[in-house]
Every structure is written in C-alpha cells, then in structure tokens.
C-alpha cells in the first residue's frame, strides 16, 4: 500500500537525489586526491632516487671533454698489438666551427641545440614514440652535449645504459651548459668524433679527406663529415662510396627540410660525387704494423659492434682477440713479400682465412695485398665471386653421403649432359671419363658428375645441408639454389675456410670468431666462444675428408706438403665465350677470374682466393700458373703453422667400414677372384650398407675337368678322348683340337678322326657363362701307318690365358691419371 501524498513522495525522491550525487562526488573527490597522492610521491620518490643518483656521479673536467678515450686490442696471448685513439687529432676551437658543418651537424644530431639547456625533453618524447612505433630501440633521446659527456666519462655499453647512467649523463649535460658556450660544446663534440681510417676529429678529417681547412669546406663536404660518425666504417667514404653517398645525400635532405641550405644549394650538392671530393689518404704515419692486422680489426670492430653494440675506436675497450700474431704477420709477408709465391703483378689480388677446426677461432686474416691504408676493402669477408669447384664437397657430394647413404664408391658416369633446362654442361678439359666412382669424380673435379649427383639429391636437401653450414646462395635476389651451384656459388673466402673447419672436424661446425673477450671502460668483461652445431654426421664430413686427401699433390702439386696429413679441394671459375671476346683472348688462351683452394688438416681450415677486382678489364685474367697461387700461400703457412702441432690423422667413425669393391657396378659388388688389380677400390659404406655380394664380371672360379684322357685308334684313324662328367648343375665342356673348337655339350666322351700324321693337341675346359676352368692338355703325336702314336698325361695349360675368361676393358675407363685439375680445371658457372 503506497502511503503519503504525491508531494510528500516527490520531495522525498528529490532529497534521496541530493544525497546520492553528494555521495558520488565525495567518491570521485577521494580518487583524485589518491591519484594526486600517488603521483607526488612517485615524484618525491623519482626526485630522491634522482639526486641520490647524481650524488654517485663522477666529475667530469675539461681534460675529459679534451681527452680522447682509447681503446687497446690485443692478440690470443695478451700482447698488446694496437692502441686506438685520436692522438694525432687536430683540435678545433669554438671560432673554427664553419657555418656549413655546424647546419649539418645540427640538422641531423641536435635541431634543438642552441636552444635546450644540454636535456630536450621534446626530443626524448620524440623518441619515446618512435621506439613504441618501432618496437625497439630505433631513435636515440640524446642531445649533443649528452653525447659528449658520453664520449668523455661513461661506457657506451648497451648494458650499461641504465636509469641510473641516463640520470648522471643527464645531469652532467647540465653542468657542461653551465661551465661552456654552445660553440664551444659543439666543438668539443666534433673533436672527439671518429671518421674511420684511424681519423679523429672533424678538424683533422677535413684535411685527411679533402686536403682542406675547415671554412673550405663545402655544403656536400660537410654533409659527409657530419654523415660519418654514426657509423665510421660503414660510410667510410674510401671503402664504401655508395653508403657514404646515401648517408651524405640524408643530411643534405634534412637540410633542406629544415631550411638550412635552399633548393639549389641542395641540388648542386647531391650531384657532387663523393669520390670525386676525396684526396688520397696520406699513409705517411701509417705503421706496417696497421696493415698487417687491418683485415683482422675490421673484423672485431664488425664483431664487437655486433654482440655488444659498442665501438672499438671511440669506447675505450680491452679487446683480447684470437689472433695468432706471429701467423697474422707470416700471412701478410707471404702475400706482400714472398716472390716464390708468383704473383705476376701488384694488381693481382687475395684474400685468405685459417681458422681453428676444433673451436672456430680465427687465427689469421688478410683482406688484400699491396694495400696502401688501413681500413681497406676486405676480401676475406667482402669478396662476392664464384668459389668454382671448391663448392661440389659442400653442395653435391656432403648431401649425397648425408641424405642417400651414397658410397664413395657409388657409380656416376661423366659423359656429354644437359641442365634441366637443355644447356649444355662440359668439363674443364672438354673430355669425358666415361665410368667414375664418386671418389674419382669429386678428386678429379668432374663437373657432369658433380651435377648429375646434385640432381640425384635435389636441390632442397642441398640448400639446408648449406645452410647448417651458415652458407646462404642467392638467385636472382632469392635465397636459393639452382643446377649451376653444382660446380660454383658465391661464398666468403672466411665463411668457405668455415665450412671446410666443420668438415675436418667430423660435421661439427663453428662460426667464425675473432673475439676472446672484452673489457670495458666501466670494467665490465664479457668472454665469447663458438657455438658448436653438428652441421653434417660424422661419418659424411669423414668420407668427404677421405676422399680429398687425394688433392693434394695428385690434382694440386703447389700444396703438396711431404709427410703431413691433409686434404683439399681447388676450385677455378671460367669466362663466357663473350667475355672472352670482350678481353680479346682467343680460345688457345688459358684464361680464368678466379683461382681457390680450400685446405685443411685436423688443426686448421684454410680457403684462399686470388683475382683481379675488376676481371673483365683487359689484362686481368688469371693464367694457369696463376690458379694455383692460393696452393701455394695454404702450403706456406700449414707449414709454418704446423711446426709445432702433432702430425696426427683423422679417426674412422665406429659406424664407417672400407670395404674393397668392384668399381663401376651398380648396385656395387665385391670383387670377384679374377677381377684385376685396375678395376678394384677400397671404399667406404656407412655401416650394414657395404656389398655382400660378388660379381661376376671377370669370371668365377670353377673345378678342371678330371681323368681327362685321349687314346688314337689306328684302324679307324680316329682319336677317342674322355673325361668325367660335371659335378654342376650347369656349365658345358668344350673340347679344343689344334686351336679349333671341335666339341661342346655335357657328355663325357667325343671320337675325331686323325687321318693325317702329325701332332695332335687336345684341350678340354670346362665354361660356365663368362667363366671357364683351368683347361687341361693332352698331347699325341701319330706318325706312318703303325700304331705309334704316344698317349701324354693331362696337364693344365699354365702358358694359356683360357683359364679365364676376361673381356677387354672399356676404351672410357679412365686408365691413366686424370690429368691435375689445377693445370686445366675450368668450372661452368
């Protein structure tokens, strides 16, 4: 029952209104005040940890903003082989920064510059956003003057990029803008910038790079100055003119969008070439030393930067590397200095890399010859040509053992063949060997076989045995393989020695690693190894090494070493019959781009290459001495390096049987008791897959005919011979008299006639297929019209080759050594 009247209610509704919106504002009154609440104490609390973080942090003087940091590299026994840093530096001052450095510098580190207080906390926001957009750390929040402090006190380690060091960094950028001008900070950050080439400073770049002071400077000058530092050895402007280009071209473009340059100043700019901008280096202060370890830093620079995002020249590191000096410098000598070696020219260059089988360390490097400054292009991990037939192990035959349990006995025939695609594939001598077990295909570098073995384990299968081996082919701007890379494929001359380290390790293999460990400027230590991948099966790297110990004096004479255990492999590439016409060598002219050799012992892995930069400019082809200089530089340094190792050999896997077979069968077979000396190998089989069978293509033994008799009968001039029968189920005998073959059956007696006078020979064999008996002789001798024949004893014919029946060899079977690959090798790419 509703009680009161209508107003009574209605008032009553409108006061329980008032309260209930009372209520709510109370509560969203008490949220704020918590929300307030929380953020005051995160602040009181952010400002504590602030101040007691710059309570903690160091001084910083004008001899650390002057100073430059350097960094010390050492090789694998702790000597000390290089020290970097800018001691040669010429400093600038705040009146000798030009207008057009200081645009570039500002458009594309600091816009802000002249206007923060050494902190943007506009451009930290910037890149707080960037970052989320990004999902990872893709733009920095540093000023310039936080740079410098940077450079000049802390490590630039990425793990020590804490809140901690950002607060104290921040903090130092303060009191740096309150002790110094704008220009004179700017200044001191130019002066500690790294150029590449062993350049600190910009004052000092403008004279090395451009034989200029710094106010002659022009715009796309001091764009590339301002363009390098970020990343020295990328956009060195010597080694890398195009990245140095598109890095120069960048800052100009900000230039213009910030209104430093005009559109015509732009452009005139961007139409300058960089090469054409450049002096030559001048190596006067260069040290031998510099070059000798040049290809080998350029490698822990890229390393370093890599796992740990610091640089060797600006972050004042401790690096201990895995160099073996004394081989880094015998390495140097021996392709600078050594004339036994034969190189023809200064031109002709190489690259090489020996690593260490058991770990991946990488004991030597060289990234060119007859180099004239540091920082040069390297070879050794920058050379983009065809390693030819050093290649087949890697992508033809490793799979073939790895995937189909082949033998290296397994048939392959080299004869005329076809790609898939109906192009003709030849040999380097434009010959074929007919019948070839794969040992003697892959030693004697056979292209056809190397293919049609490709073929047989497809061309996936292929690319992944590669890849486990860090090797990726690129076709076509894909990542795959097609029939060709049977016989070549670019590959690194570090990454090739790489390869060949896991096959003289048993399949285990390691990437290649320069850096043993780092300390750095906050004293942090960070040590690196080689992971260990078993890359291939034991049993596959074995019968690859098996089969390539066969190289080494027999198809490659310079890297002959006596008495030492090794393998190898060569490898040549060859010019198109255009190219040939285009360097004007006719087809009497041995001519190639490209000579390698990949060598190894259980130790140590070498691959080495020599060529011309530019193959296709008259003059620079290699010839055929030429092609087995890399031979030579393997057997000069295995020797030296090999001194004092133990000369030891590679261990058979438990699950590897060598088993003597009948070459050229398939499916293979034993060898049967007449087949020759020529036709048998000893191969090897993965374990429970060696024949069991044997063949009978050179015969079988089979047991003489016995009481093999003859007896004349004068009265009816007629010879009567006998003997037993067989004691087979199959099989016939023949009866031969003076040389003619006068009976063949199963029965145990034939009468002839002997109407003339004279010596009568009878020979009887036993034949089974292509298989005979020893053939017994008897002789009777009839004279005149008395009974005087004379009956002789059967005896085996010991002078006739009846005993076995053996057919001609093939005139395709290679009788004669296959003539040395490294005289004629001419790969098909």
């Avoid at 109906?422 to 030693?443: C, P, S, V």
């Avoid at 140590?604 to 020599?610: E, I, N, S």
């Avoid at 001194?643 to 049987?657: A, C």
């Avoid at 009567?720 to 099989?731: I, K």
């Amino acid at each position: 029952m509703a009680t009161g009247s209508r107003i009574e209610r209605k008032k009553y509704q409108k006061k329980s209104s008032r309260k209930s919106s009372n209520k709510g504002r109370h509560i969203l009154r008490n949220i704020l005040i918590g929300i307030f609440a929380i953020f005051f104490i995160i602040l009181l609390g952010g400002g504590a940890l602030f101040g007691y973080y710059v309570m903690q942090a160091p001084d910083i003087n004008q001899e650390d903003l002057v100073g430059q940091v350097s960094s010390k590299i050492y090789d694998r026994e702790g000597n000390l082989i290089k020290e970097l840093g800018g001691q040669n530096r010429d400093l600038m001052t705040a009146d000798d920064i030009p207008e057009n450095l200081k645009n570039a510098v500002l458009a594309i580190e600091d816009a802000r510059f002249y206007s923060h207080s050494g902190v943007d906390p506009i451009r930290i926001v910037g890149a707080v956003f960037a970052n989320i957009r990004a999902g990872g750390i893709a733009q920095g929040g540093s000023t310039i003057t936080q740079q410098l402090v940077k450079l000049s006190v802390f490590s630039t380690d990425f793990h020590d990029q804490t809140l901690e060091r950002k607060a104290q960094e921040a903090w130092l950028a303060l009191d740096v803008e309150r002790k110094y001008s704008k220009d004179e900070i700017l200044s001191l950050y130019l002066n500690k910038l790294f150029y590449s080439n062993n350049v600190y400073g910009a004052k000092t770049a403008a004279k090395q790079f451009f034989g200029k002071d710094l106010d002659q400077l022009s715009i796309a000058e001091a764009a590339l100055l301002a363009g390098i530092p970020q990343a020295p050895s990328d956009y060195d402007p010597y080694s890398h003119p195009k990245e140095a280009t598109e890095r120069r071209d960048l800052v100009l473009d900000v230039m213009l969008d910030r209104k430093l340059i005009n559109q015509a100043q732009h452009d005139e700019a961007i139409n300058t070439s960089v090469f054409d901008s450049l002096v030559a280096l001048d190596h006067s202060s260069s040290q031998e030393k510099d070059l000798i370890i040049d290809a080998y830093l350029a490698m822990v620079a890229d390393e370093v930067k890599e796992k740990m995002n610091l640089d060797i020249y600006t972050d004042g590191l401790q690096v201990y590397t895995n160099m073996d000096y004394g081989a880094q410098e015998h390495l140097y000598q021996t392709v600078n200095n050594n004339e036994e070696i034969g190189f023809p020219n200064d031109s002709m260059q190489t690259a090489a890399s020996i690593i260490n089988t058991s770990n991946g360390e990488l004991v030597a490097v060289i990234g060119g010859r007859k180099q004239e400054n540091t920082m040069a292009l390297n070879r050794a991990t920058d050379l983009k040509r065809s390693i030819g037939s050093t290649m087949k192990p890697l992508a033809d035959y490793g799979p073939a053992f790895e995937y189909l349990n082949f033998s290296t006995g397994t048939l392959v025939v080299d004869e005329p063949y076809k790609y898939s695609s109906g192009a003709e594939i030849y040999n380097y001598d434009m010959d074929y060997k007919g019948k070839q077990t794969l040992r003697e295909a892959l030693a004697g570098s056979r292209n056809i076989p190397a293919l049609k073995t490709l073929q047989a384990v497809g061309l996936d299968n292929s690319y992944a045995f590669l890849q486990k081996l860090d090797i990726n082919i690129v076709n076509d701007d894909k990542k795959e393989l097609v029939e060709a890379n049977a016989i070549g494929g670019e590959v690194s001359p570090v990454k090739l020695s790489a390869a060949y380290a896991a096959i003289s390790n048993y399949g285990k293999y390691h990437k290649p690693i320069t850096v043993n460990r780092v300390v750095t400027a906050a004293g942090t230590e960070e040590r690196f190894e080689s992971k260990e991948i078993q890359a291939m099966k034991d049993t596959t790297a074995y019968m690859l090494v098996d089969i390539l110990k066969g190289v080494p004096g027999n198809f490659a004479s310079r890297s002959a070493i006596e008495g030492l255990h090794q393998a190898g492999k060569t490898g040549t590439t060859n010019y198109t019959n255009d190219q040939l016409n285009q360097l004007g060598i006719d087809s009497s002219t041995y001519a190639a781009p490209d000579g390698w050799y990949a060598g190894i012992t259980p130790q140590y892995a070498f691959a080495g290459w020599v060529g011309y930069d530019n193959p296709l400019e008259a003059g620079n082809y290699l010839s055929l001495s030429d092609t087995s200089i890399p031979q030579a530089i393997y057997k000069e340094m295995i020797t030296y390096l090999m001194n004092d190792v133990p000369n030891t050999d590679w261990l058979k896997p438990d699950n590897i049987v060598e088993t003597e077979i009948e070459k050229y069968t398939d499916p293979i077979l034993l060898p049967g008791p007449f087949t020759p000396a020529e036709a048998r190998s000893k191969e090897l089989f993965i374990k429970g897959q060696e024949p069991k069978k044997q063949s009978l293509a050179y015969g079988r033994y089979i047991d003489a005919p016995t009481n093999f008799n003859a007896q004349y009968n004068q009265d009816d001039k007629t010879i009567t011979a006998t003997w037993d029968p067989l004691t087979t189920s199959s099989g016939q005998f023949v009866l031969n008299v003076n040389g003619v073959d006068v009976y063949s059956g199963s029965d145990t007696s034939v009468t002839i006639p002997a109407e003339s006078d004279g010596e009568y020979t009878l020979r009887l064999t036993i034949v089974d297929g292509n298989s005979s008996s020893d053939t017994l002789v008897i002789t009777l001798n009839i004279s005149g019209s008395e009974d005087s024949s004379q009956e002789s004893e059967s005896i085996p014919d010991e002078s006739s080759s009846e005993s076995t029946s053996i057919p001609p060899l093939d005139s395709s079977y290679p009788q004669d050594p296959p003539i040395p690959d490294e005289f004629f090798e001419n790969d098909e790419n």
